[in-house]
Structure formats: structure tokens, C-alpha cells
């Protein structure tokens, strides 16, 4: 028993090791069209074996006041991330069916990169601030249904702010409805961050340039040139 429990925790760290560099974050996929390997839940693989207390999060967002568009103030930088990114940004818009269309975009090297998605909360009946997040990668060949987790810890009361983050602790992000925030809010969001167990250490800022992004007909790169870059560190 508990040799095949071993093998089994072993294989699937190998399986993760690779499936990993497709995806943001701890992945699950539910498509009815995908492999048995891709509808697995490694959501919580490094939270079971670390031990790690569940995240706490907000209670009773309002998705419809929740939607438009965020500014990345800080990240743990992600291999699927460009690492020169700057004016990082997420856009999303709830739908009649209560999901959320989401446009994540960057700018590297003066083109704006980009990859759409949809989000949607994990259990509906649940008045926790848990939702699952989903891209369809590669951007360039959008064949391959991508899932992770978009938890948000902490929110201001006017939904200027939001502090997301993810039950492995991998993952973290600092949002703001603005290009800037105050010195004292930021201290206080990776306060909370440490008490909930992360290293904000891992933490760096993202350059938001003043009128990047602000007008139409910027230099788009279609190619999704930058995912792979990012694979690779860049």
C-alpha cells in the first residue's frame, strides 16, 4: 500500500513537472473532449503535501462591480509571464451566464501581447471568492484548454484593490484600479500575504509606463511570440 501510494504521489510529480510548463498556475481540466491525464486536479498536489492551511478569502464578491479593468501593481514572476512585461493589465467583463471573459495583456519590447480567457466561480452556491480561470494556449494555436485558480485574499470595500492569489502559494498578484497605489496599502496587502503563508520576498513590481496602452492601433504581437519567450525565462 504504501509503495504504490509512493509511486503514485512520484508519478504524478513527473506528470506535473510537464504539465506545468503549459500552464499559469495548479491546473485542472474538465473539457468532455480532453485525455484522462489532462482532466486530472493537480489544484491542490502542493497543498496536500506541504500541509499548508486553505487560503482565506473574501465573502460575497459582486461580480458585476468586480468586472472592468485592473492594473498589475506587483507579481511572483511566472514562467509563463514575460519577464520584460511592463503595463500589465487584466480587463474582465461579466456575461449573461455569470461567467467573466478575461483579456490579460503586456507590453514587450513596445508590442502589446495578449490572451484572452473565461473565469467562473468554482462552486456557485459557495459565498467564497473562488473562482477557476481558463486559457486556451498556445495563443498563436489555441488548441489546448489550460485551468487554474484565481482566489482573492483580500478587496477593497470600493473595489479599488484586490490582492488574488492561489492555494499553492505559487502565484500572486497585486491589483489596483489605478497605475499606481499608495505606499501604505501595498505594505499592508503583502502584511497580509505573509499571514496567509506566502514569501512575499518573490514579489516584484511591474513597471506601469504613463499612455502605454491607451491608444488605438498600438503594435500587437499576433504571433504569440512572447509565450514562447516565456517558456524559456524571457
Same mark, same amino acid.
Given at each position: 500500500?504504501?509503495?504504490?501510494?509512493?509511486?503514485?504521489?512520484?508519478?504524478?510529480?513527473?506528470?506535473?513537472?510537464?504539465?506545468?510548463?503549459?500552464?499559469?498556475?495548479?491546473?485542472?481540466?474538465?473539457?468532455?473532449?480532453?485525455?484522462?491525464?489532462?482532466?486530472?486536479?493537480?489544484?491542490?498536489?502542493?497543498?496536500?503535501?506541504?500541509?499548508?492551511?486553505?487560503?482565506?478569502?473574501?465573502?460575497?464578491?459582486?461580480?458585476?462591480?468586480?468586472?472592468?479593468?485592473?492594473?498589475?501593481?506587483?507579481?511572483?514572476?511566472?514562467?509563463?509571464?514575460?519577464?520584460?512585461?511592463?503595463?500589465?493589465?487584466?480587463?474582465?467583463?461579466?456575461?449573461?451566464?455569470?461567467?467573466?471573459?478575461?483579456?490579460?495583456?503586456?507590453?514587450?519590447?513596445?508590442?502589446?501581447?495578449?490572451?484572452?480567457? #473565461?473565469?467562473? #466561480?468554482?462552486?456557485?452556491?459557495?459565498?467564497?471568492?473562488?473562482?477557476?480561470?481558463?486559457?486556451?494556449?498556445?495563443?498563436?494555436?489555441?488548441?489546448?484548454?489550460?485551468?487554474?485558480?484565481?482566489?482573492?485574499?483580500?478587496?477593497?470595500?470600493?473595489?479599488?484593490?484586490?490582492?488574488?492569489?492561489?492555494?499553492?502559494?505559487?502565484?500572486?498578484?497585486?491589483?489596483?484600479?489605478?497605475?499606481?497605489?499608495?505606499?501604505?496599502?501595498? #505594505?499592508?496587502?503583502?502584511?497580509?500575504?505573509?499571514?496567509?503563508?506566502?514569501?512575499?520576498?518573490?514579489?516584484?513590481?511591474?513597471?506601469?509606463?504613463?499612455?502605454?496602452?491607451?491608444?488605438?492601433?498600438?503594435?500587437?504581437?499576433?504571433?504569440?511570440?512572447?509565450?514562447? #519567450?516565456?517558456?524559456?525565462?524571457?
Amino acid at each position: 500500500m504504501l509503495r504504490t501510494s509512493s509511486q503514485r504521489v512520484l508519478r504524478q510529480g513527473f506528470e506535473l513537472f510537464w504539465l506545468t510548463r503549459l500552464q499559469y498556475t495548479s491546473q485542472v481540466i474538465d473539457s468532455a473532449s480532453t485525455t484522462e491525464f489532462q482532466k486530472r486536479d493537480y489544484s491542490s498536489f502542493f497543498t496536500k503535501m506541504g500541509g499548508e492551511k486553505d487560503l482565506n478569502v473574501v465573502q460575497n464578491v459582486d461580480l458585476t462591480r468586480y468586472q472592468g479593468r485592473w492594473y498589475e501593481i506587483a507579481s511572483i514572476p511566472s514562467r509563463f509571464q514575460p519577464s520584460t512585461g511592463t503595463n500589465s493589465r487584466a480587463t474582465y467583463a461579466l456575461q449573461e451566464d455569470q461567467t467573466v471573459d478575461v483579456l490579460n495583456e503586456t507590453w514587450v519590447d513596445g508590442k502589446r501581447s495578449y490572451i484572452h480567457g #473565461k473565469a467562473w #466561480k468554482a462552486d456557485p452556491a459557495s459565498p467564497d471568492a473562488k473562482l477557476k480561470v481558463r486559457f486556451m494556449v498556445p495563443p498563436f494555436l489555441p488548441i489546448i484548454p489550460v485551468t487554474g485558480d484565481y482566489w482573492v485574499m483580500k478587496l477593497d470595500d470600493n473595489y479599488q484593490w484586490a490582492l488574488v492569489g492561489v492555494p499553492s502559494r505559487t502565484s500572486l498578484w497585486v491589483l489596483c484600479r489605478t497605475q499606481e497605489m499608495s505606499e501604505e496599502t501595498y #505594505k499592508e496587502l503583502l502584511e497580509h500575504a505573509t499571514n496567509e503563508g506566502y514569501d512575499v520576498s518573490k514579489l516584484h513590481k511591474t513597471e506601469q509606463i504613463p499612455g502605454v496602452g491607451e491608444s488605438e492601433g498600438e503594435d500587437t504581437d499576433r504571433a504569440g511570440v512572447w509565450w514562447v #519567450k516565456s517558456l524559456f525565462g524571457k
